[in-house]
């Protein structure tokens, strides 16, 4: 069974910062390329990054791109992102996500399985 667990979510002033952090149970982790999508309130799902399994190559929703950064610890069967100079066009909720394959997930049709998600505020 997939496990997925997210965590660093919370508010925020514009342009501050948070990282998020996603524990996956080793099956998983140790097999797939892993992601991070968002979901504003009112809105679609969106991808916001993926980073393949054995490579380290990543990928990014344009709007994100400069400021977050998606990292993986092989180690710990963990998946960070960190975010920087967040806006409150940043505001949604967050899911940690794993792909179907270990390359790097690009679209939200590469994820098979998702945590529960994490809130992301960012107050002006």
């Known amino acids: 069974q997939v496990q997925l667990a997210e965590s660093g979510g919370g508010l925020v002033q514009d342009g501050g910062s948070l990282r998020l952090s996603c524990a996956a149970s080793?099956?998983?982790?140790?097999?797939?390329?892993m992601g991070w999508f968002r979901q504003a309130p009112g809105k679609e799902r969106e991808f916001v990054a993926g980073?393949?399994?054995?490579?380290?190559?990543?990928n990014y929703l344009d709007s994100v791109k400069g400021r977050f950064t998606i990292s993986r610890d092989n180690a710990k069967n963990t998946v960070y992102l960190q975010m920087d100079s967040l806006t409150p066009k940043d505001t949604a909720v967050y899911y940690c996500?794993?792909?179907?394959?270990?390359?790097?997930?690009?679209?939200?049709?590469?994820?098979?399985?998702w945590g529960q998600g994490t809130q992301v505020t960012v107050s002006s």
């Open positions: 080793e099956r998983t982790f140790s097999t797939s390329g």
């Open positions: 996500a794993a792909g179907r394959s270990p390359v790097v997930p690009r679209s939200l049709s590469d994820f098979s399985s």
């Open positions: 980073i393949s399994r054995y490579s380290g190559l990543t």
